[in-house]
Structures are given as C-alpha cells and as structure tokens.
C-alpha cells in the first residue's frame, strides 16, 4: 500500500529492450494510470518465471 492507502501494484518485467519499451510510458508516467500505483521489478526471465509460478508478483511478463 501507498501512504495515501492505495493499492501498489508489483509489476514483474525483464530489462531487455521490448519489456523496456512496453512499460516504459508506465514508469516515466507519460500515460494516465487512472490512480493504480505500480512498483516496478526488473529481473531476469527465468526469474520472473519462478516468481510467477510462486504467484509473487501481481503482473508479470513470462516467457
């Protein structure tokens, strides 16, 4: 939670170019979120992988 008391959101990407570009607008905040906060996690893909089997991240890219 925010200190504001809303729902953060983790978000779960790799740092390679395309995962970059597509959460890009997100993290620079050049889109409206419509309120939704997001903490962005970079990891590796096999990383990622394991954290989204374990149902740790609330958005993850998979591969």
Do not use: C, W
């Not at 200190?3 to 990407?13: E, M, N, P, S, W």
């Not at 790799?14 to 959460?23: C, K, Q, R, T």
């Not at 620079?28 to 990383?47: A, S, V």
């Amino acid at each position: 939670m925010s200190a504001d008391g809303k729902r953060v959101f983790t978000l779960g990407h790799s740092p390679d170019p395309d995962d970059a570009f597509m959460f890009y607008a997100m993290a620079e905040h050049k889109i409206d979120l419509r309120g939704y906060e997001f903490e962005h996690r970079l990891e590796d893909i096999q990383t990622l992988n394991e954290r989204a089997m374990r149902a740790e991240l609330d958005i993850s890219a998979i591969s």
